[in-house]
DNA sequence: ACCTGTCAAGTCTGG
DNA sequence: CCAGACTTGACAGGT
């Protein structure tokens, strides 16, 4: 099985590499309404060159799976700034991006966070998702990446009835414009829906599955994977991808919260075990690595895999097993 | 230079 | 019904 890592938004060893520089609502507020695009785009086109310097960087490292921050425009889905068309004003930009990642055949991906919840009884909240959904896509194609470029998203909230829930959001899926559908895949989440319960949705709406192997410590049914790995990776399939997994460990074991909560490395302990069973079920495998110290985690994580005497590197961050 | 409170967004819990 | 926790990195204002 050849597995590569990949990791997170940031790097610590790129200095002065932010791809995610912001300014907060409450502060665009003090300048004249008149400059708040021009101060946004200002900020972008930063984040939009870091993020160039990033992937160069990455190219360099050998580490070919990323995934992009959903911070690199500021303020973009915000309504004081509704109707701007910041894919337009950053064309270049964007376009400089997407044509490294497709020269390099790097294997990139959104994860917008928590705010999209689709299965939500609120009509607006869905609306405000799908909204959100839709910057991502705007930024896909400023970058002419296709939909292998995929946008990972949690499940949702319970809403105290968890099967109606899912119910909901299978429903609720039609609102989802096609070509959104088509790149979303879903995870598992640490306190809400399991692996299993997160499958069955996958199945129901034809989408890949993110399986996280530390969501699925926290919150599970079974413990045991080995009766549905089988099914998640055959949720990949058409994708054209090898399937992809989060690895991360505990920052402590004082607390639920300390469980679920990220360290700053990943303990190859954490993985090993899932790779020899994961290699009964598929050729390739992608491993974000999401953890605090983020690229220095992913080299540390390399680097104990091969103390180990069954794993064979084929790059810096990729190796066979 | 360093420290602390705050931040657009949602959900859940507990008062 | 409402305030605060949850959780993250970085901004912004204070010292």
């Not at 960087?57 to 070919?64: A, K, P, R, S």
């Not at 700034?81 to 400089?96: I, K, R």
């Not at 034809?206 to 699925?216: A, E, F, Q, R």
Request: a negative charge; charged letters at 25%; hydrophobic letters at 40%.
């Amino acid at each position: 099985m050849l597995v590569r890592l990949g990791y997170v938004a940031l790097s610590l060893e790129l200095k002065n590499s932010s791809p995610n520089k912001t300014i907060t609502w409450t502060n665009l507020q003090k300048i004249d309404p008149k400059f708040y695009v021009s101060r946004l785009t200002i900020l972008s086109k930063e984040n939009l060159r870091n993020q160039l310097r990033l992937l160069r960087y990455n190219l360099g490292e050998e580490i070919m799976l990323y995934r992009f921050t959903s911070k690199l425009i500021p303020l973009a889905t915000h309504d004081a700034v509704a109707g701007w068309d910041f894919a337009g004003d950053l064309a270049e930009d964007f376009e400089q991006i997407g044509e490294f990642v497709k020269k390099n055949r790097m294997r990139v991906g959104f994860h917008p966070d928590h705010f999209v919840n689709l299965n939500s009884p609120k009509d607006d909240i869905v609306e405000k998702s799908i909204q959100d959904l839709t910057y991502h896509l705007q930024q896909s194609q400023a970058m002419g990446l296709d939909e292998t470029m995929k946008f990972n998203i949690h499940m949702g909230g319970a809403y105290k009835d968890k099967k109606d829930s899912i119910k909901r959001l299978i429903d609720n899926w039609t609102r989802v414009p096609a070509d959104i559908q088509r790149r979303i895949t879903f995870e598992n989440d640490d306190k809400t829906f399991t692996a299993a319960e997160t499958l069955e949705a996958c199945q129901a709406l034809g989408t890949p599955m993110v399986l996280d192997i530390h969501h699925h410590r926290c919150n599970h049914e079974h413990h045991d994977l080995s009766s549905i790995l089988e099914d998640i990776f055959a949720t990949w399939k058409d994708s054209g991808l090898p399937p992809k997994i989060h690895v991360s460990s505990p920052k402590g074991t004082e607390s639920a919260a300390a469980m679920r909560s990220h360290a700053d490395f990943v303990d190859v302990h954490d993985l090993l075990p899932f790779l020899q069973l994961a290699k009964r079920h598929t050729d390739a495998l992608d491993v974000m690595v999401e953890a605090k110290n983020k690229d220095q985690a992913l080299k540390k994580l390399m680097k104990d895999l091969m103390n180990e005497n069954q794993v064979q590197p084929r790059s810096e961050a990729s190796f066979e097993l």
